[in-house]
């Protein structure tokens, strides 16, 4: 099973170049979600989706867009990349609302802006 | 609004010894807690969902407890082993479609 899987892994970018980091799941799951990871912080919401065509802002969405034209994949892009955007980045689907069911993640995609 | 506090941040211990890893979260009208195990360099791997129905869950060496009155949850490892060394992160929902996460403990077994 592949579950959730993001590419690439690593990147490096230069200050405002875009980029798309790619995320999919093979679990017919509604929910899909992308976090990013800062040290010595907790994970943070960029953007969710409930379904095809539904996507929704989280906590920091400034920066970023995404689509969510089929129920597999949930694209995340980086309009003009800045050094303030060097992070992890996780992508997550669930069955359900997060009040009911688990959350699965991927491996992250690790970004740095130069 | 709901925030999610890991104490320690950062934990070593001898091989073999049974230990406790702390969450905390402030409202305590949650629906459930899960605890998440992140190993360098890699993704979030799910160890235990807890429901809030529910004060304890178990996957064989772990265990974890809720307590939603005192706004804490506990994640105990039994006989930890130096491949238990990882960063345990915990997470709690918030709305139907955001969960909030601790900063993580950082976890070292040594042999």
Not at chain 1, 53 to 59: P, S, V, Y
Not at chain 2, 76 to 81: L, W
Request: glycine fraction near 8%; aromatic fraction near 8%.
């Amino acid at each position: 099973n592949a579950g959730v899987t993001q590419t690439p892994k690593f990147q490096v970018l230069k200050t405002g170049q875009s980029m798309t980091l790619q995320c999919a799941q093979d679990m017919n799951h509604e929910y899909m979600s992308w976090y990013r990871q800062d040290p010595g912080m907790g994970l943070r919401l960029i953007h969710y989706s409930v379904g095809a065509g539904i996507t929704d802002q989280g906590e920091v969405p400034n920066g970023y867009n995404v689509s969510r034209s089929t129920t597999e994949d949930f694209p995340l892009r980086l309009l003009s990349a800045a050094p303030s955007q060097t992070s992890v980045y996780f992508c997550a689907s669930s069955y359900a609302r997060t009040q009911n069911t688990e959350a699965f993640f991927g491996q992250g995609t690790r970004l740095t802006v130069v | 609004k709901q925030e999610v506090t890991q104490i320690p941040a950062a934990l070593s211990v001898p091989e073999g010894e049974n230990l406790v890893l702390n969450c905390s979260f402030t409202d305590s009208a949650i629906y459930n807690l899960q605890w998440f195990r992140q190993d360098p360099g890699k993704g979030l791997t799910s160890l235990l969902l807890i429901q809030s129905s529910q004060r304890e869950q178990t996957s064989g060496r772990l265990n974890a407890s809720l307590d939603k009155s005192s706004g804490r949850s506990t994640l105990y490892i039994a006989a930890s082993q130096p491949g238990d060394s990882a960063t345990y992160l915990c997470a709690a929902p918030a709305g139907n479609y955001q969960l909030i996460w601790g900063a993580g403990t950082k976890l070292i077994i040594k042999p």
